[in-house]
């Protein structure tokens, strides 16, 4: 089908479709309020794409030097890029963080920031390499946007079918993908070699020295311990209620459906958004997760089980999640505090001290949407030719010949033996949703949001959507 155009089209890839496609989802409904047409579908889909797109606004997830190249071929075509970054909330001490997610070349082509919140917003401003003036917007995050109360009967159809098939539950998520990849070359540490004599560097331990990755690998394995010992101890413990433990996205559940298969109420699913899941249950259990986070602006008990304590990971990168939590430091500390949640006579942890902390790190809590903010600042973008690039005919030739080259690189390396991204991760990162199924969400959008105008979704090809009013 032909492309219908009004403004600059928005390109929104989406990488895990459980976590990010109806926050992104909400951003394309937003903007089409606004002239705006969105096309979203999976990340590789979208990007593999580019040229066949007319003027549009890219807007990126992160801003790594791998997509310091893509954004260079963006603008050799005469889109325009911004970004956010998807991780921004939970991330490694600034030195690690600058090399694994902040990159300069990146920052070269990017036109805005959208920050998380206002801690966000210091980390970036104190990159020694961040270009002079760059604009960044402490606008908030799609994807907070789908914890406010006013978003809550988008999950209601979900929960309620959470709650029929489960009853009542604890759930546990895990966050354990730098030990439990679902793809071993993204463990933090490979396998020892003749040719290393030691134990390489995964993918995950991108920007991290071999001393800093070993201190790491030895933390995170010892909590990912810690939990496979907790969920039979929980099933043990509560044998009346169910315990649904739901893996991170980029983790192998294999194990967990092991530990599953030899106990008498534990269920092992990554189905839909955690959202629903954390209405529906009972009380949350994890160390260092950003369901953590979303819990406790959802006024959701949660608990955060740290039997392994290292002040120098659980200060710094988990600081956060834990801190709004009831944390346990052990097993009949666990114990009580579940029979307290359980009882009624424990909610979510809200004192002032956690509302201050929330308040650094999330904006858009109350007030315009995120969403909202951002498309604000994409019409402002829009209506500013000026500001957007002017290529030569040579290069968009160069860019059209240099993401024919990237597609064709990236498809064939995904074939290739220990990478990291295979067809397999893949379809297991964003299984697909039929067009009834994404109508069905802008539908519900739609009802919520009281628009008086009609928002269209179309079917482009396998799994890229174009949504316009």
């Given at each position: 089908?032909r492309i219908r155009?009004k403004?600059p089209?928005l390109?929104?890839?989406v990488?895990?479709?459980?976590r990010?496609?109806?926050?992104k989802l909400l951003l394309?409904?937003?903007?089409?309020?606004?002239?705006?047409?969105?096309?979203?579908?999976p990340?590789?889909?979208?990007?593999f794409?580019?040229p066949?797109?007319p003027?549009s606004i890219f807007?990126?997830?992160d801003?790594?030097s791998?997509?310091?190249?893509l954004?260079r071929i963006l603008?050799?075509?005469?889109?325009?890029s911004?970004?956010w970054?998807?991780e921004?909330?939970?991330?490694q001490?600034?030195e690690?963080?600058?090399?694994?997610?902040?990159?300069p070349i990146?920052?070269?082509?990017v036109?805005?920031?959208?920050?998380?919140?206002?801690?966000?917003?210091?980390?970036w401003?104190?990159?020694?390499?961040?270009?002079?003036?760059k604009?960044?917007?402490?606008?908030?995050n799609?994807?907070?946007?789908?914890?406010r109360?006013?978003?809550?009967?988008?999950?209601e159809k979900?929960v309620?079918?959470?709650h029929?098939?489960?009853?009542d539950?604890i759930?546990?998520?895990?966050n354990?993908?730098a030990?439990?990849?679902?793809?071993?070359?993204q463990?933090?540490?490979?396998?020892?070699t003749?040719?290393?004599?030691?134990r390489?560097?995964?993918?995950t331990a991108?920007?991290m020295s071999?001393a800093?990755?070993q201190?790491y690998q030895?933390h995170?394995?010892?909590?990912?311990e810690?939990f496979?010992?907790?969920i039979s101890n929980?099933d043990?413990?509560?044998?009346t209620i169910t315990v649904?433990?739901?893996?991170?996205?980029?983790?192998?559940?294999q194990?967990?459906?092991?530990i599953?298969?030899?106990?008498?109420?534990v269920?092992?699913?990554n189905e839909?958004?955690v959202l629903p899941?954390?209405i529906?249950?009972?009380?949350?259990?994890?160390?260092?997760?950003?369901?953590g986070?979303?819990a406790?602006?959802?006024g959701v008990?949660?608990?955060?089980?740290r039997?392994?304590?290292?002040?120098?990971?659980d200060?710094?990168i988990y600081h956060?999640?834990?801190?709004?939590?009831?944390?346990c430091?052990?097993?009949?500390?666990l114990q009580?505090?579940?029979?307290?949640i359980l009882a009624?006579?424990?909610?979510a942890?809200?004192?002032?001290?956690q509302?201050?902390i929330?308040?650094r790190?999330?904006?858009a809590q109350?007030?315009?949407l995120?969403?909202e903010?951002?498309?604000n600042i994409?019409?402002?973008?829009a209506e500013?030719?000026?500001?957007w690039?002017?290529?030569?005919?040579?290069?968009r030739l160069v860019?059209r010949y240099?993401?024919?080259r990237?597609r064709?690189?990236?498809?064939f390396?995904s074939?290739l033996p220990?990478?990291s991204?295979t067809?397999?991760?893949e379809?297991?990162?964003?299984p697909?949703?039929?067009l009834?199924?994404?109508?069905?969400?802008?539908?519900r959008?739609?009802q919520?949001?009281?628009?008086?105008?009609?928002?269209?979704a179309d079917?482009?090809?396998?799994q890229l959507?174009q949504?316009?009013?």
């Amino acid at each position: 089908m032909r492309i219908r155009v009004k403004k600059p089209s928005l390109l929104i890839p989406v990488e895990n479709q459980v976590r990010e496609l109806d926050a992104k989802l909400l951003l394309a409904c937003v903007a089409a309020q606004r002239g705006f047409c969105s096309v979203i579908g999976p990340r590789r889909q979208v990007e593999f794409r580019i040229p066949s797109f007319p003027r549009s606004i890219f807007i990126s997830k992160d801003l790594g030097s791998g997509n310091g190249r893509l954004f260079r071929i963006l603008n050799q075509l005469g889109h325009i890029s911004v970004a956010w970054d998807e991780e921004g909330l939970i991330h490694q001490p600034p030195e690690v963080y600058y090399k694994e997610r902040f990159a300069p070349i990146a920052l070269k082509y990017v036109s805005q920031l959208f920050a998380w919140g206002p801690s966000n917003a210091e980390l970036w401003r104190q990159f020694p390499e961040l270009p002079e003036g760059k604009p960044i917007h402490i606008t908030g995050n799609p994807r907070g946007d789908m914890l406010r109360v006013e978003l809550r009967p988008f999950f209601e159809k979900e929960v309620q079918k959470i709650h029929r098939a489960y009853g009542d539950f604890i759930l546990i998520n895990t966050n354990f993908a730098a030990v439990n990849a679902f793809t071993p070359i993204q463990n933090l540490l490979q396998p020892i070699t003749k040719q290393r004599g030691k134990r390489g560097l995964g993918r995950t331990a991108k920007g991290m020295s071999q001393a800093y990755a070993q201190k790491y690998q030895k933390h995170i394995q010892a909590i990912f311990e810690d939990f496979k010992q907790l969920i039979s101890n929980i099933d043990q413990t509560f044998p009346t209620i169910t315990v649904v433990v739901r893996p991170h996205p980029d983790e192998d559940p294999q194990v967990y459906r092991e530990i599953a298969s030899r106990c008498q109420k534990v269920q092992v699913t990554n189905e839909g958004n955690v959202l629903p899941w954390l209405i529906a249950t009972k009380a949350l259990i994890h160390n260092g997760c950003t369901t953590g986070i979303e819990a406790y602006a959802m006024g959701v008990p949660a608990v955060a089980y740290r039997a392994t304590v290292d002040d120098f990971f659980d200060s710094g990168i988990y600081h956060l999640p834990n801190s709004l939590s009831h944390e346990c430091f052990n097993i009949d500390q666990l114990q009580e505090t579940l029979n307290e949640i359980l009882a009624g006579k424990l909610g979510a942890a809200n004192g002032d001290q956690q509302r201050t902390i929330f308040s650094r790190y999330f904006a858009a809590q109350d007030g315009p949407l995120a969403c909202e903010r951002i498309a604000n600042i994409l019409q402002q973008l829009a209506e500013n030719e000026a500001g957007w690039p002017k290529p030569g005919w040579v290069d968009r030739l160069v860019g059209r010949y240099r993401a024919t080259r990237r597609r064709l690189l990236k498809q064939f390396k995904s074939y290739l033996p220990n990478v990291s991204i295979t067809p397999e991760f893949e379809r297991h990162r964003y299984p697909g949703i039929s067009l009834e199924g994404l109508r069905k969400r802008v539908s519900r959008f739609q009802q919520i949001l009281n628009y008086s105008n009609e928002i269209k979704a179309d079917q482009i090809s396998d799994q890229l959507f174009q949504i316009c009013a």
